[in-house]
C-alpha cells in the first residue's frame, strides 16, 4: 500500500506523461485523501471546460472514484495540525503537507509528480516515488 497524492493522481486519470508508472504504483495498493478527490474533480472540471477531454469521460472518472470507491480515500482533518506545522517549516503548502503526514504516519512510501513535495517529504524521512 502507497500513499498517492493529487498530482499523481490527476497524471494517470488525464493520461498524462508517466501515467503508466502511476498506474504500476496503483496496482500495488494505494489510498488517498478526500482532498485528492476535489483536486482530481478540479482538474476535471478544467479539461472539459477547455475541451481537452469530454464532459462523459470526466464523469466516468468521478464516478468510479466517488461512486465505485475505486480508490479508499481517508479524511484529511485529523492531519490538518501537523501538515500545517510542515507547511510552515518547509515552505509548502498545506495541501500538499497533508499527503506527507498520511504518508508518514501510516508509515506507507509516498507517490506523487511534485519534486518539491517529494523533497520535503524524503526530508522528513517518508520513502518517496516521484513519477
Known amino acids: 500500500m502507497k500513499v498517492i497524492d493529487s498530482s499523481a493522481l490527476v497524471k494517470y486519470f488525464t493520461r498524462e506523461e508517466g501515467w503508466e508508472r502511476v498506474r504500476e504504483a496503483m ?31 470526466a464523469r466516468a472518472v468521478l464516478r468510479d472514484i466517488i461512486e465505485e470507491k475505486a480508490i479508499p480515500v481517508e479524511g484529511q482533518d485529523k492531519y490538518i495540525a501537523k501538515a500545517f506545522n510542515i507547511a510552515v517549516e518547509h515552505g509548502i503548502t498545506v495541501y500538499d503537507a497533508l499527503f506527507i503526514v498520511l504518508a508518514k504516519e501510516s508509515s506507507l512510501e509516498f507517490i506523487t509528480s511534485d519534486k518539491v513535495q517529494a523533497d520535503v517529504a524524503s526530508k522528513l524521512g517518508v520513502k518517496t516515488m516521484i513519477i
Open 27 to 57: 496496482l500495488e495498493g494505494i489510498v488517498t485523501l478526500d482532498l485528492a478527490v476535489k483536486e482530481l474533480a478540479n482538474t476535471l472540471w478544467k479539461k472539459v471546460m477547455r475541451n481537452e477531454m469530454s464532459l462523459e469521460t
